[in-house]
Structure formats: structure tokens, C-alpha cells
């Protein structure tokens, strides 16, 4: 809270999808070993990082997160084989998809992290927190909004269009 204004001071809000063998396990070492590291980033745990769909990546952000941290096993060390990989295909892809949208590509950001790389999960949290903080918001609930407003405006022009074809 900002003593000036009284308002409360913005806060970058960070979504991570951590795979269950490693970065969750990461970063619950972290925790035990009281490694302190920005309480922005809401975890969640997901049994490989070749489960995070684009689609749950595209929801955070359109559901107020400013960023999005996915954390999977070193190349070679994935439990189901090919599950980094196909991330690592996928979060390219992605990249390019969100610089289209106009989105910096620093909010979305892949790592790997073994079990027992509890530091790199804290650098690599408050190096987020950092960068995606100079971002500033994302803001995309608004954005998306107005293209709701765009699409009703077309949808209405088009049944005029058609109904005086
Ligand atoms: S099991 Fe960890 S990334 Fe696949």
C-alpha cells in the first residue's frame, strides 16, 4: 500500500505449471530449505510439462495473469520420454503466437529444473517477478473485451447485410 495515495501498490500475478518430478518438487525443496522467493506465483502441479496445453497458457493470461512460468524435467531426464520436447515445440509455437497478439514474449517462459535445483526455482521466480514487473500489466480481460464489442459490431452489421440481401 502506497502511503501517498493510500492505494494498494500493483503486483505482477504469475501462473506456473510445474511437472510433479521435478520443478514441484524443486520448489518444495525451496521451501523446506527456506529459500526465499516471490509469493507472486500460483502453482500448479501437473504430472509432466507435456500436459500444458497452449490452451491453459492462453486462459491464464485472458483470466488476469501477467505471467505464465512452466517449469519441466532436463532434456533427457523426462519421466514419459518425449513430454519436454513436445512443451518445448508447443512454447515455441506459442511465442511467435503471442508476439502476433502483441503480448511480449518475456511473460510466457519456459525452464527446466530437476528435483533438487531448489536455487534455480528462486532465481528464476524473482527474475520473473523482475522482468514481468518492468512489463508492467498485461490487461488482457480488457482487451478481450473489446474485441467481444468488435465481434457484436460485426455480427450486427452482417444480419443488417443479410436481411436487405
Ligand atoms: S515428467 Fe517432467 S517434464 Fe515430463
Known amino acids: 500500500m502506497s502511503?501517498?495515495?493510500?492505494?494498494?501498490?500493483?503486483e505482477p500475478k504469475i501462473i506456473a505449471?510445474?511437472?510433479?518430478?521435478?520443478?514441484?518438487?524443486?520448489?518444495?525443496?525451496?521451501?523446506v530449505s527456506r529459500l526465499k522467493y516471490a509469493p507472486n506465483v500460483k502453482v500448479i502441479r501437473?504430472?509432466?510439462?507435456?500436459?500444458?496445453?497452449?490452451?491453459?497458457?492462453?486462459?491464464?493470461?485472458?483470466?488476469?495473469?501477467?505471467g505464465v512460468l512452466?517449469?519441466?524435467?532436463?532434456?533427457?531426464?523426462?519421466?514419459y520420454s518425449e513430454g519436454n520436447y513436445k512443451m518445448l515445440r508447443r512454447f515455441r509455437?506459442?511465442?511467435?503466437?503471442?508476439?502476433?497478439?502483441?503480448?511480449?514474449?518475456?511473460?510466457?517462459?519456459?525452464?527446466?529444473i530437476s528435483a533438487s535445483e531448489g536455487e534455480k526455482v528462486k532465481t528464476v521466480i524473482n527474475d520473473m517477478v523482475e522482468t514481468i514487473s518492468k512489463l508492467g500489466p498485461l490487461g488482457l480481460p480488457g482487451s478481450i473485451s473489446m474485441f467481444d464489442e468488435d465481434l457484436t459490431e460485426i455480427k450486427h452489421t452482417n444480419k443488417e447485410v443479410l436481411e436487405h440481401a
Open 3 to 10: 502511503e501517498r495515495t493510500g492505494k494498494k501498490k500493483w
Open 70 to 79: 512452466i517449469g519441466g524435467c532436463h532434456p533427457g531426464d523426462c519421466h
Open 17 to 31: 505449471f510445474f511437472c510433479n518430478w521435478c520443478t514441484y518438487t524443486a520448489a518444495d525443496l525451496a521451501g
Open 46 to 66: 501437473l504430472m509432466c510439462s507435456g500436459r500444458v496445453d497452449p490452451q491453459f497458457i492462453l486462459q491464464s493470461l485472458a483470466s488476469g495473469a501477467d
Open 93 to 112: 509455437l506459442l511465442q511467435r503466437v503471442l508476439e502476433s497478439m502483441g503480448i511480449e514474449k518475456e511473460r510466457v517462459r519456459l525452464e527446466w
